[in-house]
């Protein structure tokens, strides 16, 4: 029984991309685009990163400031998490 259902879970569609929310990416930005790009920063108005739709907006162009491999993963997980 326990292993019928470890195999259907593991058939389940989608499973190649682990879904990851916004929690998961926010300290990523917020690490390194303050002060400019949240509240009181001077990009707060135009690009809030403290708001998923901005980053789904933005996709891979955020990809110019954050290089790093691991951060590039998550928000790649994260943009097609969000569809
Ligand atoms: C020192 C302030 C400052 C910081 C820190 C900052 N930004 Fe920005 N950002 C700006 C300004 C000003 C603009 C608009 C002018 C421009 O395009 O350079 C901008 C525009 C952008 C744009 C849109 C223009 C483009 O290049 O496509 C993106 C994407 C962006 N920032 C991403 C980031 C990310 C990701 C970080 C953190 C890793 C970050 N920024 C950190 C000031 C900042």
């Not at 259907?8 to 990851?20: C, D, E, H, S, T």
């Not at 162009?61 to 790649?76: C, G, H, P």
């Amino acid at each position: 029984m326990t292993v019928a259902l470890l195999i259907v879970f593991l058939r389940m569609p989608g499973r190649a991309i682990p879904k990851v929310d916004f929690r998961t990416v926010r300290p990523i930005f917020e690490q390194r685009c303050q002060p400019c790009h949240f509240a009181g920063g001077k990009m707060y108005q135009r690009l809030p990163f403290d708001r998923p739709e901005t980053i789904v907006k933005l996709g891979t162009k955020v990809f110019t400031r954050i290089r790093d491999e691991k951060s590039q993963t998550l928000i790649r997980q994260f943009l097609a998490s969000a569809k």
